[in-house]
């Protein structure tokens, strides 16, 4: 599920220390989360509404300078079954594109379940419904990217040094 390359196909090392963020891919809005530089613990940030290709490529850049990431996780939407359909291709573009305006390499998880347990997680906290959208993405992408972390780095036991 996860894999990296540039625009031209290469792959691009991807850092095991530093910060990483992630991007909750969506048409209308992207959620947004960062790591820790020890990669162990994913944040929310924000929550940000898509307005263009160029208005876009400033924002990310602005995430860059604040928060110096080393690479970048996009969430990648799969069936059920794990099969890629048409939104996970267009993740995939997202991605592809986050490249060349960044310049960072990219990796991509697999993001089922994200937006369900972030939702479960916010009714819990009794949110009305205009606070839950406000905060649902970014979640997701600490979701994401909580998921990653876990998955790939520290699998030494609690307490090992």
Same mark, same amino acid.
């Given at each position: 599920?996860?894999?990296?390359?540039?625009?031209?196909?290469?792959?691009?090392?991807?850092?095991?220390?530093?910060?990483?963020?992630?991007?909750?891919?969506?048409?209308?809005?992207?959620?947004?989360?960062?790591?820790?530089?020890?990669?162990?613990?994913?944040?929310?940030?924000?929550?940000?509404?898509?307005?263009?290709?160029?208005?876009?490529?400033?924002?990310?850049?602005?995430?860059?300078?604040?928060?110096?990431?080393?690479?970048?996780?996009?969430? /990648?939407?799969?069936?059920?079954?794990?099969?890629?359909?048409? $939104? *996970? =291709?267009?993740?995939?573009?997202?991605?592809?594109? !986050?490249?060349?305006?960044?310049?960072?390499?990219?990796?991509?998880?697999?993001?089922?379940?994200?937006?369900?347990?972030?939702?479960?997680? /916010?009714?819990?906290?009794?949110?009305?419904?205009?606070?839950? $959208? *406000? =905060?649902?993405?970014?979640?997701?992408?600490?979701? !994401?990217?909580?998921?990653?972390?876990?998955?790939?780095?520290?699998?030494?036991?609690?307490?090992?040094?």
């Amino acid at each position: 599920m996860e894999s990296t390359s540039d625009a031209s196909g290469t792959d691009l090392p991807f850092p095991e220390t530093g910060r990483l963020l992630a991007v909750d891919y969506g048409t209308k809005r992207l959620g947004i989360a960062v790591s820790n530089a020890e990669q162990t613990i994913a944040s929310p940030v924000e929550n940000y509404t898509r307005r263009g290709l160029q208005e876009d490529a400033r924002f990310l850049r602005r995430l860059l300078e604040e928060y110096r990431p080393r690479g970048i996780i996009v969430g /990648l939407p799969v069936h059920m079954s794990g099969d890629e359909g048409g $939104k *996970a =291709r267009e993740a995939r573009d997202f991605g592809t594109w !986050i490249i060349g305006v960044t310049g960072l390499p990219v990796r991509y998880a697999d993001e089922r379940f994200t937006s369900f347990v972030a939702e479960q997680h /916010l009714l819990a906290a009794e949110l009305t419904k205009k606070q839950r $959208k *406000a =905060r649902l993405d970014m979640l997701a992408a600490q979701g !994401i990217l909580q998921g990653y972390l876990d998955k790939t780095h520290k699998t030494e036991p609690p307490g090992a040094m």
